[in-house]
């Protein structure tokens, strides 16, 4: 049996070091993953500290890898070995109630997420349940698509679950990990696509980016005069806005979507809804088809994400880097195997 | 020209008096009806007491009209003269702007509501846009169908705009004017039907309503053992009740409507609404194509308002009825010249 070499906190808040794991006997519907590169999310901070109480430690974060299939299950048919797959938040259901028989897998109510309860990414080896090993397209460079599987996938699937239409007008607030991709996507999507910052001197790379216009989300009165404009509002920011200011600027029948967590709840007078039959969403993650619908679009448009790399045995430094809000706009760290 | 004989309120929350107004020139794409029966809605108590600030006094309430054409524009030739319609909440659009040619006539920015601006239907006449005289399905009995107009309209606009499905479950919280109707919708739509009310004691009538359960809504346990069960749940009531335990009552991909108006801001957390991807939507009114959708299901289905008749000439006693929270369903005002 070869043991997996990761990088773990012992403890919440702990620097990450060198950890060693005996994986056991891989079951036989799960593939196992030679990581070639996984990004770092703000969710793999929020676990290291287990800021959400769900951390089980010593705790191997990386929810967004990319690698090869090294290992199959016995009742695994679909994977070659070497054939090169994705990995996000989730890595296991049921695969037999209603919710993942219906194409929802994501909502199973036994999803075992990716770094929760077992160990994820920042490895040289990774295991998931085959169905959650997502075959990259051609195209897709495996040493940058990996945060497609986590941070791109949360925007996507707002925009495609609820049936964005390219005559849409989408705006996005918070132009970082996320947001960055979901200004790729709206832009390729055909739509309108308006960027709210508080960073205003990224204006010319969010243009470059995708962005039609780029608003300070600072400025109240810019907000307040977009009254109607956007179908779609998508929030990948952790922290309160004056909500009804951009509840006013959606259209009638318009959504704001919310893939950021808020600490405190949100304010939302009911009012302000009803008139225009306006809605607040939340979505978190995707299911397989969504993923595949995904990965096959952003080959098509050649939608990858912005990335700094670093060799995963600098991912303490990475953690640093991403902490201090200055990467553009996503981190991923590269095997030490490569 | 004939004067219309109504009942109005002179100034902000005044008991209604005998009002007399010549209604001007018919505009040429206008109708006048004469008054069948007026629902009386918690609406018009709101629009009498200036509640929301956009009353103007002498104040002619009524917005839940049955009445038979009596004089037609130059400009309508759909209508006939003697042909029974129905007028709800919006009496005017400007049928011109890309949100009215494309059926969302209700989100028209140049609606004009029946009663703010111009007189409603507490009198013997009243007059509207020809678009917004819907006829009478054959089998509706205009002396107890204006409530569907909009209490009815509210409740069924999300059903039907929202694709609620037959295979779904609903659920209901406040049963009055509008929860009553929403209960006999769920039950003709297909749908497993919940009631959730404060008034325990109805519950006989809310099962004869079409309620194939009722929860008390003031137990919490109660509500949080249902945690997960339903595809809506449209909220009636206009008061905060503890939204968290309901929207962990929502199924994934769940909706909680609202259609009542809190005074008070709700409290929602983000993050309960992204496990799951669950949305707060908003309704309020619906289109004039919904609004024909809504009344032939109505006759398909025998799904008549359950009402209270008083003479329009009680019309304060009606009003001190409604106060009372005691009328069984919705309170209608029959013609003074039947």
Redesign the interface.
């Known amino acids: 049996m070869d043991n997996i070499k990761a990088y773990a906190a012992m403890e919440p808040g702990g620097t990450l070091e060198p950890f060693t794991y005996d994986p056991g006997p891989l079951a036989p519907d799960h593939v196992e993953i030679d990581v070639i590169a996984s990004g770092l999310c703000h969710s793999d901070i929020s676990m290291l500290d287990n800021a959400w109480g769900i951390s089980r430690f010593p705790l191997v974060g990386g929810h967004e890898v990319t690698g090869r299939i090294s290992k199959r299950g016995e009742a695994v048919t679909h994977l070659d070995i070497g054939q090169v797959v994705g990995l996000g938040w989730i890595s296991q259901s049921c695969a037999h109630c209603q919710?993942c028989t219906g194409g929802?897998q994501h909502?199973c109510?036994s999803i075992r997420p990716t770094i929760a309860g077992r160990h994820g990414g920042f490895a040289n080896k990774v295991r998931a349940q085959a169905m959650w090993a997502l075959p990259l397209p051609d195209g897709l460079d495996p040493k940058t698509a990996g945060p497609l599987f986590c941070g791109g996938i949360t925007v996507f699937?707002p925009i495609y679950?609820l049936g964005l239409k390219p005559t849409d007008r989408l705006a996005v607030i918070g132009i970082g990990g996320l947001g960055h991709l979901a200004l790729k996507f709206g832009r390729a999507w055909g739509c309108d696509v308006t960027a709210f910052t508080s960073t205003i001197d990224k204006t010319d790379s969010l243009l470059e980016l995708g962005a039609h216009h780029v608003v300070n989300s600072r400025d109240k009165e810019a907000i307040k005069a977009l009254r109607?404009q956007f179908d779609m509002v998508i929030s990948t920011v952790n922290v309160n806005l004056p909500w009804h200011n951009y509840i006013a600027a959606l259209a009638?029948?318009g959504?704001l979507v919310?893939?950021?967590?808020?600490h405190e709840?949100?304010?939302?007078?009911?009012?302000?809804?009803?008139?225009?039959?306006?809605?607040?969403?939340?979505?978190?993650t995707g299911s397989p088809a969504t993923l595949m619908k995904m990965l096959e679009f952003c080959a098509r448009h050649n939608i990858t994400p912005e990335i700094e790399s670093f060799a995963m045995s600098d991912i303490n430094a990475a953690i640093a880097r991403l902490k201090s809000g200055q990467a553009r706009y996503r981190i991923v760290l590269t095997s030490d195997e490569p």
């Open positions: 919710t929802d909502h109510q699937s679950e109607g009638p029948k959504r919310q893939v950021g967590i808020p709840p949100m304010s939302v007078r009911a009012g302000s809804l009803i008139a225009g039959q306006k809605s607040i969403y939340g979505s978190d």
